[in-house]
């Protein structure tokens, strides 16, 4: 039979329209969240990272959401773009354990329709 | 150039053998680790260094080991591959004052046969 997780979960969005992708942590510890895009063939990117001590961060047509009181993280990205199809990953890190020292979500995948 | 190299880029061994998975950085970075991704289970992390003399076991450390030969090299090897360490394995590295965000290399993909 099949393995639990081995579908990653999808999002399809039209060109142009924005996208929001989501994440659950489970830590309550973690104090630090890092969004990483990997496309196909390639090994993660670092796309955003945002401390507990914010509940929302910008950077370039991409906003990371922070709700720490339901442990939830979100990835919101601005007129979606061809080129923004890949697997995304949240990533977790607590304070007091190693520096530096991650752990990884299962992904989404992004594709993107001309 | 690539700031972080793999070598092999793929591999396939027999049931056995030993392995090795070597990673290089130029970004003069003293963190460096290993990294299994297994389809649907995001990365799983294997050892990471912190500096020269510094190993850690991660996860998933059973079954593997690794060596820190110098700052920009960081070994992994796989003393008696098994199939179910059929995955891609990826090398990252991270600047201690730049927390989490880690520059990856692009994978080995490594079947045990």
């Known amino acids: 039979g099949e393995s639990v997780g081995l579908h990653l979960p999808t999002l399809s969005v039209q060109e142009g329209d924005n996208s929001i992708i989501n994440c659950a942590y489970s830590?309550?510890?973690?104090?630090?969240f890092i969004w990483y895009k990997q496309e196909s063939g390639k090994g993660p990117q670092f796309i955003i990272d945002?401390?507990?001590?914010?509940d929302k961060r910008q950077g370039q047509r991409v906003t990371v959401l922070l709700n720490k009181t339901v442990k939830h993280l979100s990835l919101q990205i601005a007129a979606t773009q061809p080129g923004d199809s890949a697997v995304y990953f949240c990533a977790e890190n607590a304070h007091g354990g190693s520096q530096g020292n991650l752990i990884f979500g299962k992904g989404t995948k992004l594709s993107v329709k001309p | 150039d690539a700031d972080v190299t793999q070598t092999p880029r793929n591999r396939i061994t027999k049931t056995g053998k030993r392995i090795m998975l070597e990673c290089s950085q130029t970004k003069g970075h003293d963190r460096m680790y290993w990294y299994r991704q297994d389809p649907g289970l995001g990365l799983r992390l294997i050892y990471y260094s912190f500096d020269v003399k510094d190993i850690n076991k991660g996860e998933i450390s059973d079954g593997y080991s690794v060596s820190r030969q110098a700052q920009a090299k960081f070994s992994l090897s796989l003393e008696s591959a098994i199939p179910n360490q059929t995955a891609l394995y990826f090398c990252?590295?991270?600047?201690?004052?730049?927390?989490?965000?880690?520059?990856f290399g692009p994978g080995t993909r490594l079947t045990v046969t």
């Open positions: 830590n309550s510890a973690s104090d630090y």
């Open positions: 990252a590295t991270s600047d201690a004052r730049l927390r989490g965000e880690q520059y």
């Open positions: 945002i401390r507990s001590n914010m």
